[in-house]
DNA sequence: TTGAAAGCGCTAACAG
DNA sequence: CTGTTAGCGCTTTCAA
């Protein structure tokens, strides 16, 4: 131990082979004497070699790690506690450990710390990025791109960008939630979006809007929020302000839909006797909240293992075309709509 | 580009210096003519190098990437959703990132992962390990150890061993919530504590239990739960059914104390009216919660961050004899109790 | 099937 | 202050 780590040369001698011949076994690379591999197990059990990855990465160009970058947050640090993102690298994590790849965690919050993203997957230290963006106007992507990193996005980026990705139908998810409320009688009808700078939001609005307008509401009071609790529930009080005889709220996220509730509970109105409340992600809010969310699933894990999967797929044969996969949103009803 | 990225041998060759002198002025190194600096300077600028990490790594035995291991969670990984984890990953991003250090994440939920853990490390994969243990006999913390991998605790260790932690003191935290509940006149008190394979839900009913009985109160009825949501729920019901008049409760986590407000509120009970409840942590579930939850502030970023500087001073020099820093916890109150 | 040898790109003595 | 020169530990032709 005092010198060092065994190295290949240290299990060559031990065994009475070459380096290359001990390679091959570490490798399991075919052609190799099944006497002599299990000489070389043995040595290599004896030495307690363990293969030096900075080494192997020098000549293979790989490193079997990937950035998985949250990116465009203004929002510093807390991303990390918000449920989306935590379901995401829970996704992420769960598919890419199968194949021996682990993920490197970065935020990307800052014109910097950009810089710093790409100087990192530059210099060859991951293989490639995850990235989940929170603004349209993310500069990220192109620059991921413009470098010739390989770079998968989760939700489609503000402007169209040769670069793969996986999102779920939010417009259809919009829809969803109109019909819902819709079929169940409800006539004045609102709702809280999400920032209109990000696409998701724009889609979910538009979606929602457009089944309104075809049963037969063409104004739907709109308030927009940020995502976070703070911002939904400020919205929900514009919302009553301009519309106090509201039935009826589609918020674009959990998070704010929790807000929306608490607000409502608060001016005295039940939830969903009198205004009936329908979240967005299916997250643990929507569980925690009371009543229980009505809420648009978006399957966040596994739209995080397929952008793990296009990654890994384009690290194995690169100069393919970009790939889109859309995922179907579900209406999970429960107690609030 | 279809030559490859550029070397430092390229630089050299078009500053027209030895690769020695770019690599000194690429490392910020004394010793160099200001003017043949401004030289390689631009010399890096137009050939747009970036410096290979694999190969630099291969000489120093330094990654510049830690790994953040969340161990002997059996839950999967649904930890990432899990709002202490969350604030554990802030904190250390945010710290590491000030050192230009990136976190690997890494779940060591089994004993195979555990070993792929320690095979990671012991490549120099990274240079050192963040680890976040969920149960006190992780075996993890001594195969590090007896594998010579620099690593740091969050949380003392169920069995001593010579490894650096930082911890927060859950005795005082126990203290804290049953002078609260005394003080506030309640005489009925009852507790949720943790799982008590772990030393933290060990010290906090510990403390707890210890400050009760110096208000006069010997026995404290308790009902152990999980951490989670579900199990606190099952735990005030268990509560509930053995002390139908108590008017108090602590809960070793917010998120158990959440769900215990719910289950009290189900049975008819106001909180904090006729149920005070006092919660643990003061993470996000301790502002949604509905009354806000009076809670025992756990300083996790902070000790996350303290965690990473630990791991970052003993990478510096090696050999140091392990350390441990223990937090104050701190009363929050709101309006829970 | 195996070994010899040539690097991968970089840092760090060591001279000069 | 700068260049020369050894490697770091591994994979991978290329011969044998």
Tied chains: 1, 2.
Excluded: W
């Excluded at 809280?192 to 538009?206: H, M, N």
């Excluded at 648009?296 to 889109?324: F, N, T």
């Amino acid at each position: 131990m005092s010198k060092g780590a065994p190295t290949l040369e240290d299990v060559a001698r031990v065994a009475g082979v070459s380096r290359a011949t001990v390679s091959r076994v570490v490798n399991g690379t075919r052609n190799v004497d099944p006497q002599l591999q299990e000489t070389v197990r043995n040595a290599i059990e004896q030495t307690g070699y363990s293969p030096n990855r900075a080494a192997r990465s020098l000549v293979t160009r790989r490193t079997g790690t990937v950035a998985l970058v949250i990116s465009g947050a203004g929002g510093g640090s807390d991303v990390f506690t918000d449920p989306f993102f935590g379901r995401v690298t829970a996704g992420v994590v769960d598919f890419l450990r199968l194949h021996g790849v682990h993920p490197v965690l970065m935020l990307a919050d800052s014109d910097q710390a950009r810089s710093e993203v790409v100087e990192f997957l530059r210099q060859g230290s991951a293989d490639g990025a995850l990235l989940v963006s929170t603004h349209s106007a993310d500069p990220l992507p192109a620059r991921l791109l413009a470098a010739g990193v390989p770079a998968v996005l989760y939700a489609r980026p503000g402007t169209p960008i040769p670069l793969s990705y996986v999102d779920v139908d939010h417009q259809a998810g919009g829809r969803l939630a109109a019909d819902h409320l819709v079929a169940a009688g409800r006539a004045n009808i609102g709702t809280i979006a999400g920032p209109l700078d990000v696409p998701a939001s724009q889609d979910r609005l538009a979606g929602f809007r457009d089944a309104m307008a075809r049963h037969g509401f063409p104004y739907v009071p709109t308030a927009e929020g940020g995502f976070t609790a703070e911002s939904g529930a400020a919205a929900m009080e514009r919302l009553l302000a301009e519309c106090p005889g509201i039935d009826a709220v589609f918020a674009a996220n959990d998070l704010m839909a929790q807000a929306a509730v608490f607000v409502l509970q608060a001016h005295g109105k039940r939830v969903p006797e009198d205004v009936a409340v329908v979240g967005f992600d299916d997250s643990a809010p929507a569980l925690a909240c009371r009543p229980q969310l009505t809420t648009v699933r978006q399957p966040v894990e596994d739209m995080a293992a397929a952008m793990a999967d296009l990654l890994l797929e384009s690290l194995e044969k690169p100069g393919q075309r970009p790939r889109s996969i859309i995922f179907e949103p579900e209406l999970v009803v429960r107690a609030s709509a």
